[in-house]
């Protein structure tokens, strides 16, 4: 059964850092590109950074690019989300998701159970 | 990018059929594929619809998903509606940048 375990969330003030990580499991997960979504409590979703399975190109959304740093650990089956320079705006679940190929198809399939940022002074 | 607009909110009666919609504002709908997740309270969201039209293994064939060249838009149909089926859906694609784009959500309410 394929697996996704999110941490590393919690409350941080503006200005800081804060680093994600999503553990896999049931799957091979370097045979995968993996991306992180995230959902504002009570709004829609967002995407939010995707790489691919070797580490070789990775994407982010325009409202985290030079902010956000997503990276890989094949090794590890894991999966992370670097956050610097915090808005009170990025508070929200983050979720981590598997695509469905090697290189990126954007289908996410399946999601982790999220993990809750909250940015606040 | 573009935008995938999806309408706020849809209701119906159970045994009844539902069609949410997912309108691409800039560039083809079929550019690019098209899926749908569910999102019940509290929990993640999981796919119904991937790659415009297909069904994962699990997923009742009483969910369906369609694109409209004509209108640029994707479409989720859920015929013989359950109170199951009350959720919230998102239909999703990527645009040229690689960069995923949401629609705003649809919430379903089955009374």
């Known amino acids: 059964e394929v697996q996704l375990v999110e941490s590393g969330g919690g409350l941080v003030q503006p200005g800081r850092s804060l680093r994600l990580s999503c553990e896999a499991s049931g799957f091979t997960f370097d045979d995968y590109a993996m991306h992180w979504v995230r959902q504002a409590p009570g709004k829609g979703l967002e995407w939010v950074s995707g790489i691919s399975w070797n580490s070789g190109s990775t994407v982010y959304a325009d409202s985290v690019k030079g902010r956000f740093t997503i990276s890989r650990d094949n090794a590890k089956n894991s999966l992370y989300l670097q956050m610097n320079s915090l808005r009170t705006e990025d508070t929200a679940f983050y979720y981590c998701a598997k695509d469905k190929a090697a290189s990126g198809t954007y289908w996410f399939d399946p999601w982790g159970q999220g993990t809750l940022v909250t940015v606040s002074s | 990018n573009f935008m995938l607009t999806q309408p706020h909110s849809v209701s119906e009666s159970p045994g009844k059929t539902v069609t949410i919609s997912c309108t691409r504002a800039g560039g083809s709908i079929a550019s690019n594929y098209v899926q749908w997740y569910q999102q019940r309270p509290g929990s993640a969201p999981t796919t119904v619809i991937y790659e415009d039209n297909q069904r994962p293994s699990g997923v009742p064939d009483r969910f369906s998903g369609s694109i409209d060249s004509s209108s640029n838009s994707a479409s989720l149909t859920i015929s013989g509606l359950k109170t199951e089926d009350e959720a919230d859906y998102y239909c999703?694609?990527?645009?040229?940048?690689?960069?995923?784009?949401f629609g705003g959500g649809t919430k379903l309410t089955v009374l």
């Open positions: 999703q694609s990527y645009d040229s940048t690689n960069q995923g784009i």
